[in-house]
Nanobody, 128 residues
Framework: QLQLVESGGGLVQPGGSLRLSCVAS????????IGWFRQVPGKAREGVSC????????KYADSVKGRFTISRDDAKTTAYLEMNSLKPEDAAVYYC?????????????????????WGRGTQVTVSS
């Protein structure tokens, strides 16, 4: 298995910044695409961003483009989500997930993309 542990969540004011981390262990991290998802109680889980195993390709939800940046450091087996200009609508539990996809440069999410491993999530609260 691949174990994923998120950290970095917390309380920030609107307009503030936060950096989430996802530390992986157990399998070869650099063979996996990494996705960040978020979920609010009563709403469906939504994809936020993802990055290919190579680190060369990324994707962002329209709602976070220009504000969030995904990255990865394979030497540290860690993926990051830098969140800037946070809005109240960004508040959610954020999860990282891994998809075994060592060659694809078209990362994404949806019914045809199976993210096999998931972290337990980290809470992000955006409030004054």
């Amino acid at each position: 298995q691949l174990q994923l542990v998120e950290s970095g969540g917390g309380l920030v004011q609107p307009g503030g910044s936060l950096r989430l981390s996802c530390v992986a262990s157990g399998k070869t991290f650099d063979y996996y695409a990494i996705g960040w998802f978020r979920q609010v109680p009563g709403k469906a889980r939504e994809g936020v961003s993802c990055i290919s195993a190579s680190g060369r390709s990324t994707k962002y939800a329209d709602s976070v483009k220009g504000r969030f940046t995904i990255s990865r450091d394979d030497a540290k087996t860690t993926a990051y989500l830098e969140m800037n200009s946070l809005k109240p609508e960004d508040a959610a539990v954020y999860y990282c997930a891994a998809d075994f996809a060592p060659f694809t440069e078209t990362p994404g999410w949806g019914p045809d993309v199976e993210y096999e491993y998931w972290g337990r999530g980290t809470q992000v609260t955006v409030s004054s």
